[in-house]
């Protein structure tokens, strides 16, 4: 199992046999190894390359392990420091651990030992990575007030929005419920000339039709029953700026052509009232298909049209899936018991295959269950909820074991290359897959010499 990283590791230890047998077990893992005999040797090599993992023996000449995590530490507080030595006691292990070692081997060790703790280690430092890249990302989203997301599909999305958010084209927004439309209309009003003017946002589908005429576009005292005093409508409270109706398609076909001429001419009428002129910018939502109302006479085609000048088609969150860590961060981050809490790998992993049918809205109502529902800060695969968990098939229906017997390592391997191969070699989601460890997954790739597919 080779490392394609590349990553550099700074070995320090006097004892030349067990040196050079590190050395070449982590050089045929894949890994850069810089040597050195000595504390002040090693130190002289850390100032010079600043390598991510030094691996040091304590018990040296002149300057021990100890000193060197010390003095590595003030250097670099990021390194990661291994501590190996044969001298060691739970009290030396918990003092090297506070004193910030990421991790203790005791000798004797194995080769496969080794090997995982270096793996697990750089998987680590590959995670805090992603972890302050997140942060930043999710610090810029907030500040921005803007819909999370960095997929390729999103930056499209983003790019589109800040062209046409400057002009006054009107827009129709589509896409499954919970992608987010609502967002980008708010995006497009903040990045116009309109930013300064009221947003006001109305959901066709909350209001009864009878009352839906007076909603938008208001009413005199006395135009019908209960109309006790004069009522501004939503066009009227959003003059000057942005109205935004989600879900247009449920817009009554006996209001659709008031709803035309107010859109053509600039002109609404309140119910018993005289025309007046407003300056609304108007985007619509829907998560049906308008065209297909169209063809079934549920929605006028000279409405349509006027509504979807720039038609914009929100993706599905199973389709920009890299966007899932940001939303589960994001939303453990916003929450108020979501204070220390983190994530493993596997459980991200694992939440980055399920394919999400409510969409960023899922991922709230899942993250909040997760908190409430939580044992300790740390949420992994037993916490998911119970409906995004695959059902698991019966033993029986997963093995079909020949009468003569079947080898149980031979058994153990076919799972452990079917997962892989389920997984498109993707390790962490074929652990999850397997609900093991990776460092125990990455354990039988070694055992079984199996190659991971391409």
């Known amino acids: ?9 700074l070995l320090i ?7 050079r047998v590190i050395e ?48 590595v530490l003030t250097i670099e507080p990021s390194t990661m420091v291994m501590i190996i030595t044969a001298y060691s006691t739970v009290e030396q292990a918990v003092g090297a651990m506070k004193d910030g070692a990421y991790d203790y081997l005791t ?20 995670l805090q990575q992603e972890n302050t890249k997140l942060k930043d990302v999710l610090a810029q989203h907030n500040t921005q007030k803007i819909m999370i997301g960095e997929s390729p599909v999103m930056h499209q999305l983003f790019e589109q929005v800040a062209k046409i958010a400057p002009t006054t084209a009107t827009v129709l927004l589509s896409g499954e419920s919970g992608t987010g439309k609502e967002l980008i209309a708010q995006r497009l009003h903040q990045l116009s000339p309109r930013c300064k003017e009221p947003f006001i946002a109305v959901n066709c589908a909350a209001i009864p039709k009878d009352l839906l005429e007076s909603e938008l576009f208001g009413h005199v005292k006395g135009a019908f029953t209960g109309a006790v005093k004069d009522r501004r409508g939503k066009f009227v409270l959003a003059d000057g700026g942005t109205l935004f109706l989600d879900e247009i398609g449920e817009l009554p076909i006996d209001l659709q052509p008031k709803l035309l001429r107010a859109l053509q001419e600039q002109h609404i009428e309140p119910v018993g009232g005289r025309p007046q002129t407003v300056d609304v910018r108007v985007v619509t939502a829907t998560n049906r298909d308008l065209l297909k109302a169209v063809q079934d006479g549920l929605f006028r085609e000279d409405l349509y049209y006027r509504l979807a000048v720039i038609p914009l088609k929100l993706p599905p969150l199973r389709q920009r899936r890299d966007d899932i860590p940001l939303l589960l961060h994001h939303f453990v981050s916003q929450h108020p018991s979501g204070q220390g809490v983190t994530l493993t790998a596997e459980l991200v992993e694992a939440l980055k ?39 698991q098939r019966s033993v029986s229906a997963v093995l079909n074991l020949p009468n003569e017997g079947y080898s149980l390592e031979a058994l153990e391997r076919e799972a452990v290359v079917q997962a892989l191969s389920h997984c498109h070699g993707n390790k962490t989601r074929a652990a999850a897959f397997l609900r093991i460890p990776r460092h125990t997954l990455l354990y039988r790739l070694e055992k079984y010499s199996i190659e991971t597919p391409k």
Not at 13 to 19: H, T
């Open 353 to 391: 295959s399920y394919d999400w049918p409510g969409n960023v809205r899922e991922v709230q109502n899942a993250i909040e269950q997760m908190l409430i529902l939580r044992q300790s800060d740390q949420l992994n695969l037993t916490n998911i909820p119970a409906h995004i968990v695959t059902p």
């Open 1 to 9: 199992m080779k490392n394609t990283m590349n990553e550099q590791i």
């Open 107 to 126: 000798k004797p060790f194995s080769n496969d030992q080794l090997r995982i703790a270096v793996a697990r280690a750089f998987e680590f430092r590959q």
């Open 13 to 19: 230890d006097d004892d030349a046999s067990l040196r």
């Open 24 to 71: 070449f077990t982590l050089e045929q893992a894949g890994y850069t190894v810089l040597t050195a005999t000595s504390g002040e040797e090693g130190m002289r090599l850390f100032r010079q390359h600043r390598p991510p993992l030094v691996i040091t023996d304590v018990q040296m000449p002149g300057i021990s392990g100890y000193q060197v995590l010390e003095q």
